[in-house]
C-alpha cells in the first residue's frame, strides 16, 4: 500500500527521516509560516496521516474532507487545537507527544520566573541603552525565591517537574488539580493540595500547567487576580487562554500582582492591547519545549505514532484509545 503523509511546518529531520521509510509519499509545508484554514483543509485531502502543530485548527470539517484520514499526530502535549470527539467519530487516531517535553518546559517556566522575580529583561534593556551607570542599592530590587510559597495549578507530568526543581530553593509547594491526587508530589515533593482559592491566596509564585479545557478556560480572571498576593508572581508556560488575557493586563497595570512571565498567549500570536507596553511582565514567543534534544524526541515520537496507525499497530501516545479498539 502507498502512504502519503503531509507535515505542517519543518521540524527536525529525524521524524521525517523514518517517516520516508515506510510511506512512500512524505511532504512538509515549504512556507516558513503556518498554512491557512484552506490551505491546511486542500494539504489534508487524500493524506493518510498529518502531523500538525498547536496553531492548527483540526476540526470536523477538516476530518470530513480528508476522508482517508487514519490519524492527527498532532507534534504538542497539549490537543486543544483538534477536535478529539468529531476524530473518534470517525476511527481517526489522535496523538500528541507527552513526557519528552516535560523537562524542557518545566525548565522554561523557571527561566521566566527568575527573570521576571530578578528583572533580568530589565536590567538587560537598561545595560544596552548605556543607562548602567555603576551599582546602586535601590536599582531594580526584585523577589527572593528561598523559602517561599509555590502554587502549582495542573498536577501532571511538568507540575510534577516545575515542583522537583523547586527543592533546590526550599519552597513550601501547593498545587490544585480538577484531576485525581498526584502522590508523587505530595510524598516526594511534600506537596499540600489544595483548592484554587487557598492556593492563590497563599502563594508567592504561581504556575500554570492544566491543559486547556472548557473548565480551565478563563481559570484565572479578574477574581482570582483579587485573591493573589500584591507580591505575587504568575507564570503560564500551559495554554493562554487559562488566563483571561485582558484582566491579566488590568492586574499587572494596577499592580494588583507583582509580575508575570508568559511564554503562551490566549490567541496567539496576538497580544491583548498593552501587554507589551508594561515593564512587570516577561513574554516569550511559545518556547517551552523549543530545544534541539526535545522537538527531535518530539519529531521522532509524532513520526513513529503515525507508524505505528499505519501498520495496524497500536500507537504509544493515543488520545482516544476507544478508536483502537
Ligand atoms: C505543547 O506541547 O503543548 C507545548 O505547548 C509546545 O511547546
Redesign the pocket.
Not at 507534534?75 to 490537543?79: F, I, P, S
Given at each position: 500500500m502507498t502512504f502519503s503523509v503531509f507535515i505542517t511546518r519543518k521540524i527536525p529531520e529525524e521524524g521525517v527521516h523514518i517517516l520516508k521509510k515506510v510511506c512512500q509519499k512524505v511532504e512538509v509545508n515549504p512556507r516558513d509560516r503556518p498554512l491557512t484554514y484552506d490551505e491546511l483543509l486542500k494539504e489534508a485531502k487524500g493524506r493518510d496521516a498529518i502531523i500538525t502543530m498547536?496553531s492548527d485548527r483540526i476540526d470536523a470539517r477538516l476530518m470530513q474532507e480528508a476522508a482517508n484520514l487514519k490519524i492527527v499526530a498532532n507534534?504538542?502535549?497539549?490537543?486543544d487545537n483538534v477536535d478529539v470527539k468529531a476524530a473518534t467519530a470517525r476511527g481517526i487516531v489522535v496523538t500528541?507527544?507527552p513526557g519528552v517535553?516535560t523537562d524542557s518546559?518545566a525548565d522554561m517556566a523557571w527561566a521566566l520566573l527568575f527573570s521576571i522575580a530578578r528583572r533580568i529583561i530589565e536590567g538587560d534593556k537598561l545595560t544596552r541603552a548605556g543607562k548602567f551607570t555603576g551599582w546602586a542599592p535601590m536599582m531594580l530590587l526584585g523577589g527572593d525565591l528561598v523559602g517561599k510559597t509555590l502554587g502549582i495549578v495542573g498536577a501532571g507530568r511538568i507540575g510534577t517537574a516545575m515542583a522537583m526543581r523547586s527543592r533546590g530553593w526550599n519552597m513550601r509547594v501547593l498545587y490544585m488539580t480538577q484531576q485525581s491526587r498526584n502522590a508523587v508530589l505530595e510524598e516526594m515533593f511534600g506537596a499540600q493540595r489544595v483548592d484554587l482559592e487557598t492556593l492563590l491566596r497563599e502563594s508567592d509564585f504561581i504556575s500554570i500547567h492544566a491543559p486547556l479545557s472548557e473548565k480551565t478556560r478563563h481559570l484565572i480572571g479578574p477574581h482570582e487576580f483579587s485573591l493573589m498576593k500584591r507580591t505575587a508572581y504568575l507564570i503560564n508556560?500551559?495554554?493562554g487562554a487559562v488566563i483571561d488575557e485582558v484582566a491579566l493586563v488590568n492586574a499587572l497595570r494596577n499592580k494588583q500582582i507583582a509580575g508575570a512571565g508568559l511564554?503562551?498567549y490566549e490567541e496567539e500570536p496576538k497580544l491583548k492591547t498593552g501587554l507589551t507596553e508594561l515593564d512587570n511582565v516577561v513574554l516569550a514567543p511559545?518556547?517551552?519545549?523549543?530545544t534541539v534534544e526535545t522537538r527531535t524526541k518530539?519529531a521522532l515520537m509524532a513520526a513513529e505514532n503515525i507508524i505505528a496507525v499505519l501498520n495496524r499497530q497500536k500507537p504509544s501516545n493515543c488520545v482516544n484509545p476507544e478508536v483502537l479498539t
Open positions: 498547536l507534534y504538542a502535549v497539549g490537543y500528541n507527544t517535553l518546559t508556560t500551559g495554554r511564554d503562551v511559545h518556547l517551552g519545549s523549543a518530539m
